[in-house]
């Protein structure tokens, strides 16, 4: 790929993506494959002004080592030097990019069952700097063509043009083939609109339905917004959290969920492959899962906390988006979510919330908003997928047809 | 190079290196060029029962652009989790390893003057925690063919084979390319016996003189040892610090050295080379340097603080060693050290003082062994230097003749 588009793109989510302030401190975490791409947006980091730019480097191929070799016990210390760094950016607040490139089959041969427990036993020492962080900060997830996934997405060309094809295809969906920021403000323009159409509506439920069997009734909560595109921190900087991102979406209410619904796209799940599942909801939370591949790891997926068996998130995608019709599948969420309508299992977003500075963790977790450690997304759109809403006093809206928008 | 002498290389870094104990942590530092060389040691360090192996990844491009775009004050920041990190070091003592990969020009656009006040500011915090570790923990530095370090020790070929060649040459100067662990002994029990001849002598001085114009005459320490290869730890783990390493070496007196010295190798410091220097010694102190090539560069390393002014290692080495005659100029203090007599300013070695472990930092400061935020080698041995020892009592003994050992 040419390194002035890559720039560009670079630009993209230095600016649209974090929308770096001057003087801010900007936090990067990247795979070690990427040091030329991380450098440039290093670069454009600096250009904003930012004023230290801190690069977490991260590698599967360790955390696989450390999830076979370290003791369960060794695995969920936490030293304090690590709290510390936490307490650090709770009170600094960066701009952070994860930059994703990683092998969807990564982690295959890693001990997921240690890795679920130590994230278990790290999250209680977690949770009170990410609740003090929501909302705070500008972040940005984004890709970055790495040669493993390549190989995976496009099994049957040579290393270096399945990387190309790759970086094609995420910067086409990225909208950053060209002039991406003009590209950004148009797309978030037309997402925002898509918003106050349905935040107009006043919607109680959501009810989904397709030829797959899928049949469920979501409860939608009272004050929470439809979202899109880019989001404003508490600070009132705008920035846009997922690059690309197609999808429109709320935060149910947690616990209020019935019936059953079906998987139409493999959930790439700690670097392994869930595949043609289902997941029956009765009194809110999950009752029941099967899957014809990796049915263990989905089944601990959804024991990981009280909240993993509850949704945190209703998204809404038309099966005609720019990532379907590319007919690619990226088994790796951040472009098969942008293809598809999904849900998700665990955290919801407490920003949803009309005015969500006025409130208290605690008054999210009152009015239903979930809580988890995890927040998993799995898509359920194809071409036959309905969703009604229906609003308090009973009226019934067509919100998709077959697959589409139905407004 | 062929995995399986890689992975004896590996083992030779884990348990000759470092020797790394049961339950004990190790901490890798290492560039991102090379994830797997990293893997390979990982693995081996696990396999000798490490409890934890923690990977800190560098990259010189980004720190030349912190350089450039970091205001001094941002540099010199040095936040609370990172001492706190520091002290965790301190605490756990870890075994650490050194993977040495750099392009030997890596730093050259880097604001040197910058990231010497850096170094400056944060030294004053590092300090109590690097006297707190002093001999206690076990490292070693050892090197990985990095391409770019390649390509500038290999001008004339492809990227690939200058690898292949760097390769070679490392495991070879190494003692690395069959049977490393049995080499090592051997080579171990051949330097400890060249320490104890010296340290029967009871030397006071060392006369350097060359045809170069060298002329220096260095005051010992009374009650100092000449060590070499293999060290041990207070708590008594034999480890090794440098792979490869030809040296015998001793902590001079601080502030007790008269004369000049002409270098006979460039020296890389921070990312550039210096050329042609020499260095002159009145009242212990450096009184003048110059250089053809980067004179304020060493100008600024002399000045970085009271002890570079002063030595801290005489290292002896044969001008007949087998990195000297591989022919190879490496760019890397870790090969060019060990194919020349070479000096140090900066910090002493305080674990060459018999029976060190009875003493504090204190104490070695009275007795002279020089401190300083640096400790940077640099090469004065060629076919005619000349090393002759006198002892206390005025008696003569010929150290090196023509360049090589004269016992």
Redesign the interface.
């Known amino acids: 790929m040419k390194a002035k588009i890559l720039r560009e793109y670079a630009k993209l989510i230095a600016q649209k993506g974090v929308n770096i302030q001057k003087g801010q401190e900007v936090w990067i975490t990247a795979s070690?494959?990427q040091?030329n791409f991380?450098?440039m947006l290093?670069?454009e980091c600096?250009a904003l002004g930012?004023?230290?730019?801190v690069?977490d480097?991260v590698?599967d191929?360790?955390t696989v080592?450390?999830s076979?070799?370290?003791?369960q016990e060794?695995l969920n210390?936490m030293?304090?030097?690590?709290i510390?760094?936490m307490?650090?950016q709770a009170e600094v607040l960066p701009a952070r990019i994860y930059l994703d490139s990683d092998d969807p089959d990564g982690m295959k041969y890693a001990r997921q069952d240690k890795l679920a427990n130590e994230r278990i036993a790290k999250y209680a020492i977690r949770k009170p700097y990410i609740d003090a962080m929501d909302n705070k900060y500008q972040w940005c997830i984004a890709a970055v063509a790495g040669r493993d996934w390549a190989k995976k997405v496009f099994p049957g060309e040579s290393p270096a043009k399945a990387v190309e094809k790759l970086w094609e295809a995420i910067l086409y969906t990225s909208r950053a083939q060209s002039t991406p920021i003009e590209n950004w403000n148009k797309h978030n323009k037309d997402l925002h609109a898509k918003c106050d159409y349905l935040n107009s509506l006043g919607l109680k439920y959501l009810q989904y339905s397709a030829s797959n069997g899928t049949n469920l009734r979501v409860e939608l909560l009272e004050n929470a917004n439809f979202l899109a595109g880019s989001e404003k921190s508490l600070q009132g900087i705008e920035f846009n959290p997922n690059i690309p991102s197609e999808e429109v979406f709320t935060t149910p209410k947690a616990g209020a969920a019935e019936g059953i619904v079906y998987s139409t796209k493999p959930l790439s799940y700690q670097g392994a492959l869930i595949e043609n599942f289902y997941v029956k909801f009765e009194g809110g939370k999950v009752s029941e899962v099967h899957a014809e591949k990796n049915e263990e790891l989905l089944r601990q997926m959804v024991s990981m906390d009280d909240g993993a068996k509850m949704l945190g998130e209703c998204a809404l995608v038309p099966y005609d988006s720019p990532i379907n019709n590319s007919g690619i599948l990226f088994y790796n969420t951040l472009f098969d979510e942008n293809a598809s309508c999904h849900l998700a299992l665990g955290r919801g977003f407490s920003n949803c919330i009309k005015d969500f500075d006025k409130y208290t963790q605690e008054d999210f977790d009152k009015m239903g908003v979930n809580t988890s450690m995890i927040h998993v997304d799995f898509m359920i759109g194809d071409s036959t997928l309905d969703i009604v809403g229906e609003t308090k006093d009973g009226r019934k809206i067509q919100i998709f047809k077959d697959g589409n928008w139905a407004f």
């Not at 030293?79 to 690590?82: A, F, K, L």
């Open positions: 070690l494959d040091p991380v450098e290093v670069k600096y930012a004023k230290k730019v690069v480097w590698c191929k360790l080592l450390d076979k070799y370290m003791t060794a210390e030293p304090n030097w690590q510390e760094k307490k650090y």
